[in-house]
């Protein structure tokens, strides 16, 4: 991949990672708030607990995300990025376009999903 359209996805993955890493602090911040607050009575504690697993699930993906991320700009460095972690082969300008830090090309994700390797 040439350097231009390397430093691109970087770019577009630096710039979610630090969207993401907003996102979940902000997260833990309001979890945090509605837990302490001492004149929020019962029933408010309750849907907060609900809100909480929301945002919590919410959360999980975007840890999920976080890695992937991470683990792209890893292969950026080590100059693999933009090659399918199975077949080798180089990825789809479209491919990555859409999910940048994906780690397979289209077919590949599409065998993994049904269990194939
Ligand atoms: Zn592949």
Redesign the pocket.
Known sequence: MDKKRLEYYKKKLVTRRDELLRTIARTQEEGRTADEDPTVDLADKAANSYTKEFLFGMTSTDRAILAMIDEALRRIQSNQYGV??????E?QPKRLDAVPWAK??I??QEKKEQGLF
């Open positions: 399918c972690a199975n077949c080798q082969e990825m397979h090309c077919t590949c």
